[in-house]
């Protein structure tokens, strides 16, 4: 089975793979700066929102990896650095200029890449198994 892959070079593209990630499951070891690199990689438990609940499993979800390239600093809010097995659930991915995307974590976390220009890609990694829950949100 192949897994999505998508890039972003642009904020439109970003708005696809944000829709793509919302409500992914990170661990808190799981997002990892690599300075040197100038990358920021988060290693997610995707829900699969493209998948069609009438062939196979109703919901399932997929490991991806979600790569920002030509990263110069990451500014965390409230994560929880001191608890790697922390999970954070992903909402939405936005690029805020041309110099910042903010990744926003539910419960008002927010880390913030500082970038030279967007060049980030989703790539799902192995095969999905089923999940009995779809996220929900609450409707305001």
């Not at 997610?44 to 929102?49: A, E, I, K, S």
């Not at 936005?94 to 890609?121: P, W």
Request: aromatic fraction near 8%.
């Amino acid at each position: 089975m192949s897994g999505l892959k998508l890039s972003a070079l642009d904020a439109d593209d970003l708005d696809v793979i944000s829709a793509a990630v919302q409500d992914a499951l990170v661990a808190v070891r799981d997002c990892a700066y690599f300075k040197d690199e100038k990358r920021f990689v988060l290693l997610l438990n995707r829900f699969r929102w493209e998948a069609d609940p009438t062939v196979d499993a109703a919901y399932s979800r997929t490991h991806s990896a979600l790569v920002f390239n030509e990263v110069t600093a990451v500014r965390h809010h409230d994560i929880p650095l001191e608890q790697p097995d922390r999970m954070l659930e992903l909402l939405a991915v936005a690029q805020e200029n041309d110099r910042s995307v903010t990744l926003r974590f539910a419960a008002g976390r927010a880390i913030r890449l500082e970038i030279r220009r967007l060049a980030c890609h989703l790539g799902d990694v192995g095969e999905p198994w089923a999940t009995p829950w779809r996220p929900a949100h609450p409707v305001e």
